[in-house]
């Protein structure tokens, strides 16, 4: 159980969540495809394409390579979209779509460590458009997420300007430990991915969330807990009533400064020259 009472003498600490197949039962992104559609930013085909990858992600999970194919499918997918649109959109369709899909054990665990005083930080490779009203349906107090370049005619080039993903999330939640004078040696962080390793290394609690066969290994090895998510509930069916929310979400992406977003285009472009 987690300590329900913070020691405010102490240096401040947060509690860092993955978001997809950790807060939520799916891809965050994917799940609003039927709602670009209907909004005319994508055809039928696309719609069956991301069925498809959604239906991967969730039978198997994604390693470092399908997460690189998916990227870039959505860069590509998503340029040339109003931004605007975007946010019009997924503030629609955020209730029906996302709101049933939020795990109840994620939702308590959010709760407990408000209660014990922590910060909850969304920290989540989908774009900041969809994850920004995500967190603030959550009550989370910061959001990472991935933010894709936007022209001067407001829509997407499909061009990257910081990819929340690996090393980066580990990154951008030491500038914030910094900037928020988080302790996270005494910090919390929970995902489903062995991708975000980085991440779960960077604090004294980490969580593995629904794990990837990678991350249950590693987990296993490092005798790290493991937690089993299965209850899909929507926020306003919870008792005791879930805060909706209680406190706006920040974006901890902006926040952090450039050398996090320098440090992701680094390194994704040296991955991209070991993939060549």
């Known amino acids: 159980m987690l300590r329900l009472v ?16 950790t807060v939520i039962a799916k891809s ?41 194919r998916m990227r870039e499918y959505l860069s590509a997918l998503c340029k040339g979209w109003n931004v605007q649109q975007v946010k019009e959109l ?7 779509l ?22 909850v930080v969304i920290v989540s490779t989908s ?14 107090d910061r959001v990472v997420a991935t933010r894709m ?33 988080y302790d996270l040696s005494r910090c919390y962080a929970y995902s489903d991915s062995a991708t975000d390793l980085p991440m779960l290394e960077a604090v004294g ?5 629904n794990p990837d066969r990678a991350l249950r290994r590693e987990a296993a090895a490092r005798d790290w807990p493991v937690l ?10 919870r008792l005791p009533a879930f805060r909706m929310p209680p406190r706006p979400a920040l974006v901890a992406a902006a926040a952090v400064g450039a050398a996090a977003a320098t440090a992701g285009l680094v390194w994704y472009a040296s991955r991209r020259r070991q993939t060549a």
């Open 6 to 21: 913070e020691n405010h003498s102490l240096p401040r600490t947060a509690a860092f969540f993955d978001l997809d197949k």
């Open 28 to 68: 965050s992104t994917l799940t609003f495809s039927k709602s670009f559609y209907q909004g005319g930013l994508i055809n039928r085909r696309a719609v069956l394409r991301t069925a498809y990858i959604q239906f991967v992600f969730l039978a198997g999970g994604a390693d470092h390579e399908q997460m690189e």
């Open 90 to 96: 997924v503030a629609e369709t955020l209730h029906d």
């Open 98 to 119: 996302i709101d049933p899909i939020i795990y109840d054990e994620a939702a308590s665990l959010i709760e407990e460590h408000h209660a014990a005083g922590r910060d």
């Open 127 to 140: 774009g900041s458009e969809v994850v920004e009203p995500i967190g603030e349906l959550l009550g989370a």
């Open 149 to 181: 370049v936007v022209g001067d005619d407001g829509c997407f080039t499909g061009e990257v300007e910081y990819y929340a993903y690996g090393p980066t999330k580990a990154a951008a939640i030491r500038e914030l430990a910094e900037a928020e004078g």
């Open 205 to 209: 609690h980490p969580y593995a969330v």
């Open 228 to 237: 089993l998510f299965n209850r899909p509930v929507r926020l306003k069916q």
